[in-house]
């Protein structure tokens, strides 16, 4: 079972930020928080990962919070291909052991 | 330069057939992975390979067997094919450090 709860879905107007949010109350001390998209039906996209500091890239955003039980992802200026399903998942990272189970994820519909 | 490549990326076939999807990776990582998604778009994972070993294996009927020929290849093999295989199969891939990377999926449609 995922161990993460997002939003169903969620709407952005295009060129605002899109503010996907993630809780994830049950994280172990040696999970990430991983990012993925998914458009229409290709294959899932990495986004971003953290463990427990903020973290940016040319495509988002990450904000973990203190405690860990929730992160935010931030998409700064949303387009229309950013339309998507996106995931929260938390893992150890190891490849040994650790693997992605997916949730719902959260349908982002970015509009004109 | 494609990182996963799935062969074929459409396979329409009807019940009781048998059929094989191919995996590669040319990113170098030692483990991989099949994953299905099915009509109601959850993402479940099937199978992990590390180094051509076979380290998860979750609940899946022994109809469907994976094989690794070597590290940068995955192959799912599906013996009498039913109507409730249909999905799309993704093929993905990662490093130690964690990260994966998804192939651009097969539509399995079994008719």
């Known amino acids: 079972d995922a161990k993460t709860t997002q939003p169903t879905s969620m709407d952005c107007a295009e060129g605002r930020a899109a503010n996907l949010p993630c809780n994830h109350s049950t994280i172990s001390g040696n999970e990430y928080v991983y990012w993925y998209r998914q458009i229409h039906s290709q294959g899932p996209q990495y986004i971003i990962h953290g463990l427990k500091n903020n973290e940016t890239n040319e495509m988002a955003s990450l904000i973990i919070t203190e405690d860990r039980k929730s992160s935010t992802l931030i998409l700064p200026h949303a387009t229309l291909r950013d339309t998507a399903v996106y995931y929260c998942?938390?893992?150890?990272?190891?490849?040994?052991?650790?693997?992605?189970?997916f949730g719902q994820g959260t349908t982002l519909q970015v509009k004109p | 330069d494609t990182a996963v490549s799935q062969t074929p990326k459409y396979l329409v076939t009807q019940m009781g057939n048998d059929k094989s999807i191919k995996c590669e990776q040319n990113l170098g990582h030692d483990t991989m992975y099949w994953y299905k998604q099915d009509s109601k778009k959850f993402l479940k994972i099937m199978f992990s390979y590390n180094n051509k070993e076979l380290i998860i294996n979750e609940t899946v009927p022994n109809r469907f067997s994976p094989k690794s020929p070597d590290k940068a290849h995955l192959n799912l093999h599906i013996n009498s094919l039913e109507l409730g295989d249909s999905a799309v199969y993704f093929c993905?891939?990662?490093?130690?450090?964690?990260?994966?990377?998804f192939g651009p999926g097969t539509r399995l449609t079994v008719t």
């Open positions: 993905a891939s990662s490093h130690p450090a964690g990260g994966w990377y």
């Open positions: 998942i938390v893992s150890s990272g190891s490849s040994n052991t650790g693997k992605l189970i």
